[in-house]
């Protein structure tokens, strides 16, 4: 990949990923400034922390796919939060989601951190991971406190 390439990526995944901070943080908005929409956030943003959560256990899937080390581990990775999300979503009660979802992208970029130490993974990626991991988990803090009142 030529350096310009490499720039190009850099540029689109940083984008990407803190525009994948929007909805958490629209949704954390919303629930706070309007008593009307307060549930249909709180819904939506719940839907949108399972959906990337999901996609971030995803990542150790195509990780398996390419890399000759950790299969077996990278594809349990890859399965548990969208299985833990969803048996929350439908056994435990919102608030309990809520704090199960947001201590989800913790515990993952704990998971992924030693794992993706050990390839070729873009000092920039390592960088902005932990700072989408915190605000997100900020965000679930936040939503939570706002249905705890």
Do not use: K
């Not at 490499?6 to 943080?25: A, D, H, K, N, S």
């Not at 949108?48 to 195509?62: D, K, N, P």
């Not at 009660?93 to 201590?103: F, I, Q």
């Not at 951190?113 to 900020?138: D, F, K, S, T």
Request: with cysteine; charged share 10%; glycine share 8%.
């Amino acid at each position: 990949m030529t350096s310009d390439e490499q720039v190009r990526v850099e540029t689109i995944g940083m984008r990407l990923g803190y525009l994948g901070l929007v909805p958490f943080i629209l949704g954390a908005v919303i629930a706070l400034l309007s008593e009307e929409l307060a549930s249909l956030a709180i819904q939506a943003f719940v839907l949108y922390s399972l959906a990337i959560l999901s996609f971030m256990g995803g990542v150790h899937w195509g990780l398996a796919l390419i890399t000759g080390t950790r299969q077996s581990t990278r594809l349990l990775i890859s399965v548990a939060p969208v299985i833990v999300a969803w048996i929350c979503l439908i056994t435990l009660a919102a608030p309990l989601t809520l704090a199960v979802l947001g201590g989800g992208f913790i515990a993952q970029w704990f998971i992924d951190r030693p794992l993706l130490a050990e390839l070729p993974i873009p000092p920039w990626y390592l960088e902005m991971r932990p700072r989408l991991a915190y605000v997100v988990a900020g965000c679930h803090l936040f939503m939570l406190f706002r249905m705890m009142n």
